[in-house]
């Protein structure tokens, strides 16, 4: 089993910026892939970014692109999203999400492609 926590969501104004963190625990010594999607009110889960654990490499959907930051850290089995120039939309909670084992595909950008998630935080951007 795997556990993720997320943490860092809260209020900010239109322009800011936050940074998320999502920590796993457990057997995570598969990890192949970790992503963090988000759900607004009334809206579909959908992809922000994601990282693959092994290259490092990253991929955002044009939405985000150029304002979110995805990484990750070994050594705190933790991924981040730094969050810049924050806009009313991008308001929702915020889930991390990963795959354990083998990634056939990268990116991964659908849910189904995830076996574990978080609790979500809550991101929430005033104008």
């Known amino acids: 089993q795997v556990q993720l926590v997320e943490s860092g969501g809260g209020l900010v104004q239109a322009g800011g910026s936050l940074r998320l963190s999502c920590a796993a625990s457990?057997?995570?010594?598969?990890?192949?892939?970790m992503a963090w999607f988000r759900q607004a009110p009334g809206k579909e889960r959908e992809f922000v970014a994601a990282?693959?654990?092994?290259?490092?490499?990253?991929y955002c959907p044009d939405s985000v692109k150029g304002r979110f930051t995805i990484s990750r850290s070994y050594a705190k089995n933790t991924v981040y999203l730094q969050m810049n120039s924050l806009k009313p939309e991008d308001t929702a909670v915020y889930y991390c999400?990963?795959?354990?084992?083998?990634?056939?595909?990268?990116?991964?950008?659908?849910?189904?492609?995830?076996?574990?998630w978080g609790q979500g935080t809550q991101v929430t951007v005033s104008s």
């Open positions: 990282i693959s654990w092994s290259s490092g490499n990253t």
């Open positions: 457990g057997r995570t010594f598969s990890t192949a892939a």
């Open positions: 999400a990963t795959k354990q084992g083998i990634a056939t595909m990268f990116p991964m950008t659908a849910r189904e492609m995830y076996d574990y």
